[in-house]
């Protein structure tokens, strides 16, 4: 166990709505990371919070967005999905600000787009 | 294009054997690290590697670094079923941001 927890597990949704997918990083973490895993791209580095604010974005579309709160929990949400956007969406934290340190992943949410 | 590339992509071996895994990245770091994934599930931490170190040791793993010719490679050795998963090597670029992650070598130990 990580200690990085990830809520919902599973997901089921349909092309063009919304939903949130939220993290709870590992007591004391402060940066927190969103990951997409999918068959044909890999695992794609999404953007990284680090106590509150967003320190790095990678290939994130317009269409997602994400949030760290005051109390250090994530929220990645994703709007107009597609077909496409069916994978794994992985959080992970770490302590410091520097991705290039050990990051502790979460179980994952599976998102299904029919 | 993807830092980290692995080779090979897949990798069947017999319980027992040695297994290595090779990853090539382009850009200068300050670190490599190695994670594990069981099968749809979370990355777990295996081992970090400085750019100012050729080798570094953890239980049955060894992680070389060659800064020279970008690469590292990992060895598992006397490999058990139970290391069945995909390795991945990751990489962020000297500033300490975005991670990169390579595409993962598929290993299958048979026992």
């Known amino acids: 166990d990580s200690g990085v927890t990830q809520t919902p597990k599973h997901l089921i949704t349909a092309t063009g709505q919304r939903v949130t997918l939220r993290c709870s990083p590992r007591?004391?973490?402060?940066?927190v990371y969103w990951y997409q895993q999918s068959l044909d791209q890999g695992l794609q580095f999404l953007i990284q919070?680090?106590?509150?604010?967003?320190?790095a974005k990678g290939n994130i579309l317009e269409r997602f967005s994400a949030q760290q709160f005051p109390d250090l929990h994530s929220e990645l949400n994703l709007s107009s999905l597609e077909l496409g956007d069916s994978a794994l969406y992985f959080c992970a934290s770490s302590a410091d600000l520097y991705s290039y340190n050990e990051q502790f992943f979460g179980p994952g949410t599976r998102l299904t787009v029919l | 294009s993807q830092q980290g590339e692995e080779d090979p992509q897949a990798l069947s071996i017999q319980e027992g054997e040695n297994a290595t895994m090779n990853c090539s990245y382009k850009t200068s770091i300050n670190n490599l690290q190695w994670y594990r994934q069981n099968s749809g599930r979370g990355l777990v931490h295996l081992i970090l590697?400085?750019?100012?170190?050729r080798e570094k040791h953890s239980g049955r793993l060894r992680v070389t670094l060659d800064t020279s010719k970008k690469s590292s490679s990992l060895l598992i050795t006397a490999s058990r079923a139970a290391d069945t998963a995909s390795y991945f090597c990751a990489t962020a670029n000297t500033g300490g941001f975005k991670t990169i992650f390579g595409a993962g070598t598929r290993l299958f130990v048979k026992a």
């Open positions: 590697i400085r750019s100012n170190e």
């Open positions: 007591s004391g973490d402060l940066s």
């Open positions: 919070y680090y106590n509150g604010e967003e320190r």
